[in-house]
């Protein structure tokens, strides 16, 4: 399967130093609630950036978060398409057919494997490459107890289920061992993370478990290339004719 994907979701306004903070532990991608990415895109050099503001053809480390994902709307041919997905057949197959990233909701290992199964089963009845979707399980973290171990029902087998998705309330070294578990098993190739708290729980995250990840060579300790889809491994779509109209047009 690869090295971990990892990617942190930055709700509200956390700030450039939050998405400074989210790069230098390597993240691939930090998802951003109705921002446009151009700002950060120039306080930052490596680290990808997904929006609801659809990129234009020249950043290759802005990505667009599609609520639909049979209705992406105009974005640019190379920019990675990341969606949120419930456990509905349909859901599953447009997500499967048009999304480059999968973000799932998912609070046991299981139910997270059964998921990522059925899209990339999904993905090659629709002619794609399995290979080129890649399957994220959605975690809230609260680190607010510092190094203590996590609480009842929120490691081990899975996080606690929540209204507001999966949680897991503990330290930082218990998720690490979450993280790589669920990894081993071939279960989810990454998580995307939302703080609770953004900058208590970012720091405690990047500092805390990136770092031990990244010293059991679990997670890179360097970004591979400028652009998201290389972060991701992903490959670049050929190029069509709307793309080439892009590129005349600006």
Do not use: C, K
Request: aromatic share 4%; glycine share 14%; hydrophobic share 40%.
């Amino acid at each position: 399967m690869g090295l971990l994907h990892l990617a942190a979701g930055l709700d509200g306004d956390p700030g450039p130093d939050a998405v400074l903070l989210a790069e230098r532990g390597g993240l691939d991608f930090v998802t951003l609630t109705g921002d446009d990415p151009l700002g950060l895109l120039a306080l930052t050099t490596r680290i990808g950036l997904v929006s609801d503001a659809a990129p234009g053809p020249a950043h290759g480390r802005a990505g667009v978060r599609i609520e639909e994902p049979g209705l992406s709307g105009r974005t640019a041919d190379a920019a990675v398409r990341v969606t949120e997905v419930a456990f509905d057949q349909g859901d599953l197959q447009l997500a499967a057919r048009y999304a480059d990233v999968v973000l799932v909701r998912a609070a046991g290992r299981a139910q997270a494997g059964a998921v990522r199964e059925e899209l990339r089963r999904e993905a090659a009845a629709a002619g794609r490459d399995p290979d080129a979707l890649r399957v994220l399980a959605s975690l809230r973290i609260d680190l607010g107890g510092g190094e203590h171990a996590a609480e009842p029902g929120h490691g081990g087998g899975g996080p606690r289920h929540t209204a507001h998705g999966p949680l897991y309330r503990g330290g930082p070294v218990d998720l690490a061992e979450l993280i790589a578990r669920w990894h081993a098993e071939g279960v989810t190739d990454g998580f995307h993370v939302t703080p609770v708290e953004p900058r208590r729980d970012l720091e405690r995250f990047v500092n805390g478990t990136v770092a031990l990840l990244q010293h059991r060579g679990l997670f890179r300790t360097f970004y591979p290339g400028g652009t998201l889809r290389e972060h991701l491994g992903l490959p670049y779509p050929a190029p069509t004719v709307s793309h080439f109209m892009e590129r005349l047009i600006t």
